[in-house]
């Protein structure tokens, strides 16, 4: 009995544990031993190399730009998240490391780094911030992660255990599941299926690191103390939107007074150094024009989390009236209504979504997945096919296109896909689906 459409896009969910137990053997040469902390001055397990942590960001954070609907079109707007980075790069204890810094369209509140440098900050948090002062405390905090190497520290305890255990057998699959979770989980409200997930003791390191970059770097203390004050409003709230920011940067009550105490001591020649309020509302007033419409798409998320379709429908439909052209609001609507099957109209909002922000890899995605579910191969294929070219790498892609070949009848390049995809993944229904079809055409003896 051959798999089911809507079982073929089921991927089991590669957990934040895993990638940190798995991600670093992406990559060759991890040094194994110990090493200096370069904060700490100290003596640290690590078995994984800077070159490493450098190659491990490149190969997934792209995936988690894209999970996040892409990277900001303002580029007025991101160009100055950059500035306000690189203008603490200086102050930091790896000034040599190749940082970016970024806005991303996801609605959902967070800010997360990748081990390499690359830093990312959602249109959620962005909307919480009052001044200029709390995005550097923001980016500062993420900076000190990358600086202590909170994520590298946690892949080297990781790999140990992994070897102790058996090996790295399970990698393929598991790495693949992530990357067909990034794009295929029609549900989530925020993919972090590639962030680290920090301890506590990693996020008041991280705190005190952000603090001393931040007011080394001309900024007044009331920056730091003010983004803990909005992370303390915000984990009492517990909203959905911020659950993956707790569940990777876990709240403790301690760090609000931490940062209280700190600016009052420590830090307290720099009380008065200023806050650049007016500066952060004239760069973001773009985006706070549409923050009522951010909202809607916010509940909609919690709605679609929840299996409520109608009611998520109903938000997403608020929010692209008051923001019609926005690339999330079209692709979260599309998501939508693919999942109720209304497959007309989820290419009307995937097509839209495509010409809004054709360089970003979700539309195209969704695209595909429209004409494969209304059967036409061809098209499928072609919308699969700019995926690839805008995302490359991705061996859910794979299987897709052999599927869309498969359709077209085109038996010998299916087949092709089907075993380049079955090099990479060896579990799950599209594998067997991609093994059977092998065996039935004759490529695969058993």
């Not at 790295?168 to 693949?176: F, N």
């Not at 109209?345 to 429209?370: D, N």
Request: glycine fraction near 10%; include cysteine; proline fraction near 3%.
């Amino acid at each position: 009995m051959p798999v089911s459409f809507n079982h073929l896009l089921s991927r089991d969910h590669l957990s934040r544990r895993a990638f940190l137990r798995l991600g670093a053997l992406t990559v060759a040469g991890f040094a194994a031993g110990c090493a200096t902390n370069p904060v700490t001055g100290e003596s640290q397990l690590m078995l994984v190399s800077e070159e490493s942590e450098i190659q491990i960001d490149k190969r997934n954070s792209p995936y988690q730009f894209s999970a996040d609907y892409g990277i900001l079109q303002n580029v007025e707007l991101n160009n100055y998240i950059q500035q306000v980075g690189r203008k603490m790069v200086a102050s930091t204890h790896r000034t040599h490391m190749p940082y970016s810094f970024r806005g991303v369209n996801a609605t959902y509140v967070n800010a997360y780094a990748f081990p390499g440098g690359s830093i990312a900050v959602t249109r959620g948090i962005l909307l919480q911030l009052d001044n200029e002062a709390e995005l550097a405390a923001l980016l500062g905090h993420e900076l000190g992660h990358v600086n202590a190497r909170h994520t590298a520290q946690q892949m080297s305890k990781g790999m140990l255990t992994q070897a102790i255990v058996g090996g790295v057998s399970a990698y393929a699959g598991t790495q693949s599941s992530a990357l067909g979770d990034l794009t295929s989980t029609l549900g989530m409200i925020g993919a972090g299926a590639l962030l680290a997930s920090y301890s506590r003791g990693n996020e008041r390191e991280a705190d005190a690191l952000g603090m001393a970059y931040m007011v080394q770097s001309g900024y007044g203390t009331d920056g730091f103390v003010g983004l803990m004050g909005i992370l303390k409003d915000l984990s009492r709230q517990k909203p959905s939107t911020t659950d993956l920011l707790f569940s990777t940067h876990p709240w403790s009550g301690e760090r609000y007074q931490t940062a209280v105490e700190a600016a009052g001591t420590r830090y307290a020649y720099a009380r008065q150094k200023p806050l650049y309020k007016e500066r952060y509302m004239d760069h973001t007033a773009k985006l706070r024009s549409i923050k009522s419409a951010v909202e809607e798409m916010q509940k909609g998320d919690k709605e679609m989390a929840a299996g409520k379709y109608g009611q998520a429908e109903a938000h997403y439909k608020a929010a692209l009236k008051q923001a019609p052209g926005d690339y999330t609001g079209l692709v979260v609507m599309a998501k939508c209504m693919l999942q109720q099957k209304k497959y007309a109209e989820a290419g009307k909002y995937a097509g839209q979504a495509q010409k809004v922000y054709p360089q970003e890899a979700q539309a195209h995605y969704l695209a595909g997945l429209v004409k494969l579910g209304e059967k036409e191969f061809e098209p499928a294929y072609k919308d699969f096919s700019t995926y690839d070219q805008v995302l490359p790498g991705n061996p859910t892609i794979l299987f897709l296109k052999g599927y869309s070949l498969e359709g077209m009848n085109q038996i010998k390049p299916a087949a092709e896909h089907y075993y380049r995809f079955l090099q990479v993944v060896q579990q799950g229904p599209q594998a067997q689906h991609a093994y059977k079809r092998l065996v039935e055409w004759g490529y695969i003896k058993r």
